[in-house]
């Protein structure tokens, strides 16, 4: 079935350091693919989104690509901050409705 | 408006009580989930509503009863719950996908209730 695997946590890192979380989808179709971030004590929020092959989606200085050549949809940010520090979900959507998620990735950024 | 909101924020109930949490959101959306989430884990489907009707039940227990009452309210019944029903629970909406379509449509998700079941 359709599944999203994104690397295990956590991860630490300093302020202003470069940020990758892998993450990569299994689906029979082309999927829309997405990430999530979660802040403690709160709901997920949608940080950013790609619907088709080679789309970059970009939101508060994050990017990922859409790589249908290796299933990939890498979350990267070239500086991060303290406020960053929260648990990132990779998710698809392939059909009507329905998101899969994947295990969510948590970092920690420290001053 | 792009909120989706939950009441109440903290729950905490008996085994024998019965609660109900609920969800609005007032974005157009005419789809919307619950989801369960425990502590480290991402969200657990529960239902989905798609134009005020029920349309997935992830085989949830029927301790726990959804309700849509109109396409901007989303209900969810607790009844005779379980020590291990204590989670986050999530609501969230979203444009109603079709197939046919080359993308599927982001949800947008609320703050969540934290249950504490006793």
């Known amino acids: ?22 993450c990569t989808y299994t689906a029979t179709g082309y999927p ?22 080679d789309d970059k989606g970009s939101n508060k200085g994050f ?21 960053d520090s929260a648990v990132y979900f990779c ?7 329905d998101m899969r998620f994947g295990a969510g990735t948590r970092l920690t950024v420290k001053p | 408006d792009t909120e989706v909101t939950q009441t109440p ?13 609920k ?12 989801y369960k989430q425990k502590a480290k884990k991402p969200p657990e489907l529960m239902f989905v509503y798609s134009y005020e009707k029920l349309s997935i039940n992830e085989s949830v227990p029927s301790r726990f009863s ?4 109109n396409s901007s309210l989303l209900n969810l019944h607790l009844h005779a719950l379980q020590p291990e029903d204590s989670a986050l629970y999530l609501c969230a909406s979203s444009q109603v996908g079709t197939s046919g379509r080359n993308f599927y449509n982001e ?7 934290r249950l504490t079941v006793l």
Request: glycine letters at 8%.
């Open chain 1, 32 to 53: 829309s693919l997405f990430w999530y971030v979660q802040y403690p004590g709160e709901g997920l929020q949608l940080l950013l989104k790609a619907t088709k092959a």
């Open chain 1, 1 to 22: 079935g359709d599944s999203v695997t994104q690397m295990e946590g956590p991860v630490t890192l300093s302020e202003e350091a470069f940020l990758t979380i892998n």
């Open chain 1, 63 to 83: 990017e990922a690509t859409y790589r249908k050549e290796t299933t990939s949809f890498h979350l990267e940010k070239g500086s991060v901050q303290v406020s």
């Open chain 1, 91 to 97: 998710a698809l959507s392939d059909r009507p409705n």
């Open chain 2, 66 to 69: 959804p309700e849509c009452p």
């Open chain 2, 9 to 21: 924020k903290h729950l905490v109930m008996g085994m024998t009580n019965k609660k109900s949490l």
């Open chain 2, 23 to 34: 969800c609005e959101q007032h974005m157009g959306h005419r789809a919307m989930y619950w």
């Open chain 2, 107 to 113: 949800q947008f998700f609320g703050p969540g209730t």
